[in-house]
């Protein structure tokens, strides 16, 4: 079969850095995605790695380990507009994209 | 250049009703997608199309169906609403398998 988890909630400190983590299993793997998704609106792409290694984007970074069906997306210098919802995809052999349930991040001040 | 739009916002249904939901893309892409978001669950793949004339299966299709018979456009109909279907729908579309997806900004349906 295939599965997707990730932590429910975090909490961290503005100004600080957080590392979400995201395993998955699949029969089937043709990459990984992390979209950030605010309350109330629409989810938005932040990153996609579909090799082994580290993906930098600004104050945002997503790695993934093929072998150990991992993934983490470390956000840095944490801002009060990073407290969202942060959700990991992938899609599968069959070419659906399958998501966690998304981790709520809270960024207090 | 409007992206992914979705048609209505909200909407009440009555139990039993039918009604369709109504995605469109102007980026001229090959797939497209339906989810639904509930609390706690994430967002679950209801149905997909990889281009016009060809649906398929997501997770969780069962009282909802699709076509697709533009590239623009891949409407959502729920045939007989049920409470279990009150949600927030969103549709998506993307160049391909693949490829980054670009949400709609959804629809908040509530069957009573």
């Known amino acids: 079969g295939q599965n997707i988890d990730q932590p429910t909630e975090m909490t961290a400190t503005e100004g600080a850095i957080v590392q979400i983590n995201c395993t998955y299993q699949?029969?089937?793997?043709?990459?990984l995605f992390w979209y950030q998704q605010h309350a109330g609106e629409a989810p938005t792409f932040l990153s996609y790695n579909v090799l082994d290694g580290l993906e930098e984007k600004g104050r945002f970074s997503s790695f993934l380990s093929l072998s150990k069906g991992y993934s983490y997306l470390l956000l840095k210098e944490l801002q009060m507009k990073d407290s969202a919802s942060y959700l990991c995809a992938f899609y599968n052999q069959g070419g659906k994209l399958i998501f966690g349930q998304g981790t709520e991040l809270s960024v207090k001040p | 250049n409007a992206g992914v739009t979705q048609t209505p916002k909200f909407q009440v249904l009555k139990t039993g009703q039918s009604m369709t939901l109504q995605c469109a893309q102007d980026m001229n892409h090959e797939y497209m997608s339906w989810y639904r978001q509930d609390p706690g669950m994430g967002l679950r793949l209801i149905h997909y199309s990889v281009g016009a004339g060809i649906t398929d299966q997501g997770e969780v299709p069962n009282g909802y169906n699709v076509s697709r018979s533009t590239t623009e456009d891949f409407p959502l109909r729920l045939l007989s609403a049920a409470p279990s279907q009150t949600s927030v729908y969103f549709c998506a579309s993307s160049y391909g398998t693949g490829s980054e997806q670009y949400f709609g900004p959804g629809t908040r349906l509530t069957v009573t």
């Open positions: 699949t029969s089937g793997f043709n990459g």
